[in-house]
C-alpha cells in the first residue's frame, strides 16, 4: 500500500490551496453566491487555467490523463474553502458520462471544450419520485424516424440552471423499475421544450428542476448504446459519490479545525471553553470521525476505476456510510461546540454543516446503504 | 403502582382532542403537520381560543385563572395540542413571565400583567444572554444606573427569539458592578419594547428563518416600578424561571407527532421499489424513537408528579434530565423527518412549494411536494435545542453538582 501523493499531485494541491486560500473568503463567497448565477466566472476560469478541468482526461483530448485520487484532492480542498463553481456537475458527473459512454466523435468533440473551461455540463437523471433508485425512471425517449422525442421530468439536477447541455436518462423500453431499457441522450440547454427551473440548495450551491416536454432530438444525441445506459448510471453515480465523499472530508476538516479555535478563544466562567474535559473529548471524537472519513474517502477514489462491478460498488456503498456517518457526527458537533453562533447564517460552520448534509441526501443516504451492504451479510 | 392512565385521564384527553378538533383553524393545523413554524397570528389566534375556555393559563394556579389539573393533565394537555398539530402556548407569557409574577410580583402588576399575558395581549420575549455571556449568564454586562425614578439601561442582549414581534421583554440587568459574586448585582426588569433607544437587529440562522435577533438598549429609561423582587435579587427570579422552562422544554408530543408524521410520510415514499414504511432498516428506526418517547413520557411524568408533591417549590435537578433527553429526541424526530424526504428536502424551495401562503393569483406551478419544501428547516433549527435554555452541557454540569456530586 502507499498512501503518499506524488510530486505532481503534491504541486497540484498546493496551487489549489493557494488559490482559495487568495480568492475564496468568506466574504467573497457571499458576494459569488449572491450574484446572479450564484458562482464565479472569472475562477472557473482560473481552474481552467490551473488544469482543474482537465484533471481525469486522457492527453489525447487535453486532458492531465490524472485518475480519482486527482480529483480527490482537488474536491477536498473545494470542501475546506466551501466552493461553488458547477466543477462536480461538470468535470465529474457529466465528463464521467462522456467518458465512459461517449464515442469518439462525442469525446473528440467535448472533452477539450470542458478541458479549455467552455462547456459546463449537468447530469439529469434524478427525477422527483425516484429518491434513491437509480432504475426509477419514468422520462420517455420514444423513437421519431431516426430521431427520437423526450418527455418527463429531473429533480435536483446540480447546476442544471446554468449547463450548456445537460446529460439526460431516458426510458426507451421496459417498465419504470427496469434496470434495462434506459438511454442517455446530450441535449444543449436552448433545445425546444427542454425548460429548467433554477434554485439554490440548502447550502448555496445552484440545482434545477428540468421539464422535457415533445423535446426532439437527432439519432446522434445519443451517449453511448440506446437501452443500455444502466451500468454507466452506476459509474457516474459512483463517481458522484467519490468526489463529493472528498469534499465532505474537506468540509468536515475545515469545521474540526474551527471548532478548536473556538474552543481555545471562547472564554466563559473565566477561562477558554476548551479546558472543559467534556469537550475536549468531543473535539477528540470529531478528530476520530474526521480520519475515519478521510480513510472511507480514498477506499471510494481507489474503487472509482475498480474493474469488477460487485466489489466496486459495495466499497462505494461502505465509503458512503462511512463518510456519511462520520459528516453528520462532525458538522453536528461543530455546530454544538459553537453555541448559538453555530446557528446563524453569517458563521462559516453552519455552512459546512449543510454542505455536508446535502452530501449525505444524494445517490443513497447512510441507512440506505447500509441496507445494500445488509443485503450482502451472509 | 400502575403506569397505565386512569378512565378519567382518557376521558380527559379524548375531551382536549375534540375542542382543538373542533375549534382549531384548519390552514394553522395543516402548515404545522406540514412542519412549517406557527405564524404569529397563528398562536395568537389559537392562544385566544383556549383563552377563553380557561385553558391557556392552565399550568398557573387556579386562583389567577389557572386550572386545578394535576400533573398528568397537564401533561396530556401539552401533548395533545402537540399531537394534534395545535400551536403551543407562547411560553414567554405562560410558563416564564407568567409564574414570575405570580411569585415575586405586587399586585398592580398581577392584576394588570397576568391577564393581558393569558390573552396574548402582550407579547413577550426573553432579553437574558449576551454576546460575552452565554453558559456564564451570570457574567453579563447590561447596566442599569437608577436616575430618579427610573433605570437607565445600556448594553446588548443576544439569541432573543420573537424580539420582533414583541410588545414587552424580561431582562436581566446589571445593578451592581461591584458586588462580591456576579450573581448578587443582577436586577430583573420589564422593558417596553417600543421605549426609545431600544433597536431589533435581526439574526438568520441555518434554516434561513428570522427567529432571533440582537437587541441593543441606548439610555433607555425603565421605571423602578418595572423591576421585579429585590435590587440586585434578579438571579433568584432568573433561577426560578428557568426551572420552569426546563420541563416545557422536553416538548415531547411534538417529537409523538413527527414520529406519526414520519409513519405517514414513509407510506409514500419508496425505496428500492417498496414502501419505505416497509424497509427493516427505517422500521428499527421508528421503533427506537418510539421507545425513547415512552421512556420519557413515563420519566417526566415521574418528575412533574413529584414536583407536584414537593411544598419547597424549588425546581427539580432532574427537568434538566427532561431537557436533555426531550431536545435530543426532537433532534432525531426531525432529522427522520428530512431523511424520508431525501433529496427532495435539500433544495431551499420552501417559498416556492408553500402552497398554504400563495399569493392570490399566482397560478405558477409548483415545483416540487408541498411537505418537502419543509423538511429540512426544522432539522437545522433544533439543532438549536440542544443549545438554548442552557446548553446540554450545561445540564448534564446541573445534574451532576445536584445529584451525583462527583
Known sequence: ?378 | MDLRFTEQEVAFRQEVRDFIQQNLAPKTRERLRLGYSATKQDIVDWQRILNKKGWATYKWPKAYGGTDWSPTQRMIFQEENQICHAPEVNGFNITMIGPVIIQFGTPEQKAHILPRAANLDDWWCQGFSEPGAGSDLASLKTAAKQVGDDYIVNGQKIWTSTAHMADWCFVLVRTNPNARKPQEGISFLLVDMKTPGITVRPIISIDGAHHLNEVFFDDVKVPVANRIYEENKGWDVAKFLLGNERTGIARLGKSMERINYARELARDVRQNGKPLIDDPGFRQRVAKLQVQAKALELTQLRVVSKAAAASDGKPDPFSSLLKIKGTELLQDTAELVMDIAGPLAMPDWAKELDSLNREEGDNEPRIGPDWAGYAAPPYLMLRAASIYGGTNEIQKNILNKAILRL
Open chain 1, 1 to 378: 500500500m502507499d498512501f503518499d501523493l506524488t510530486e505532481d499531485q503534491r504541486l497540484l494541491n498546493d496551487s489549489v490551496g493557494r488559490l482559495l486560500a487568495d480568492r475564496y473568503a468568506f466574504d467573497a463567497r457571499r458576494g459569488y453566491i449572491k450574484s446572479p448565477q450564484g458562482w464565479s466566472q472569472d475562477l472557473w476560469d482560473k481552474y481552467a487555467e490551473l488544469g482543474l478541468l482537465g484533471l481525469p482526461f486522457a492527453e489525447d483530448y487535453g486532458g492531465f490523463g490524472g485518475n480519482a485520487v486527482d480529483i480527490m484532492m482537488v474536491m477536498e480542498a473545494f470542501g475546506r474553502n466551501l466552493v461553488l463553481e458547477p466543477y462536480l456537475a461538470t468535470v465529474v458527473l457529466g465528463g464521467s458520462a462522456i467518458k465512459y459512454a461517449g464515442n469518439e466523435a462525442q469525446k473528440g468533440e467535448l472533452l477539450p471544450q470542458i478541458v479549455d473551461g467552455s462547456l459546463k455540463l449537468a447530469w439529469a437523471h434524478s427525477e422527483q419520485q425516484a429518491r434513491y433508485d437509480l432504475s426509477d425512471v419514468m422520462t420517455t425517449a420514444t423513437k421519431d424516424g431516426s430521431g427520437w422525442i423526450l418527455e418527463g421530468a429531473k429533480s435536483v439536477v446540480f447546476h442544471g440552471d446554468c449547463a450548456d447541455t445537460l446529460v439526460v436518462s431516458a426510458r426507451t423500453s421496459g417498465d419504470r423499475m427496469d434496470k434495462a431499457g434506459v438511454t442517455l441522450f446530450l441535449i444543449p440547454a436552448g433545445t425546444p421544450g427542454l425548460a429548467r427551473r433554477g434554485y439554490a440548495m440548502r447550502d448555496g450551491t445552484r440545482a434545477a428542476e428540468i421539464s422535457l416536454s415533445s423535446v426532439k432530438l437527432g439519432a446522434d444525441a445519443v451517449l453511448g448504446t440506446v437501452g443500455d445506459a444502466m451500468a454507466v448510471i452506476e459509474r457516474v453515480t459512483q463517481a458522484g459519490i467519490a468526489a463529493m465523499a472528498a469534499e465532505a472530508v474537506g468540509a468536515c476538516e475545515a469545521a474540526h479545525a474551527m471548532t478548536l479555535e473556538y474552543l481555545r478563544t471562547r472564554v466563559q466562567f473565566g477561562r477558554p471553553i476548551g479546558q472543559n474535559q467534556v469537550l475536549q473529548h468531543k473535539a477528540a471524537d470529531m478528530l476520530i470521525e474526521v480520519e475515519q472519513a478521510r480513510s472511507m474517502a480514498m477506499l471510494a477514489a481507489m474503487m472509482v476505476d475498480e474493474n469488477d462491478p460487485a466489489e466496486r460498488s459495495r466499497n462505494i456503498s461502505m465509503a458512503k456510510v462511512g463518510v456519511g456517518q462520520s459528516g453528520r457526527f462532525v458538522t453536528q458537533a461543530a455546530v454544538q461546540l459553537h453555541g448559538g453562533i453555530g446557528m446563524t447564517e453569517e458563521y462559516q460552520v453552519g455552512h459546512y454543516f449543510r454542505r455536508v448534509m446535502v452530501f449525505e441526501h444524494m445517490w443513497g443516504d447512510s441507512a440506505y446503504h447500509l441496507g445494500l451492504l445488509a443485503d450482502q451479510v451472509a
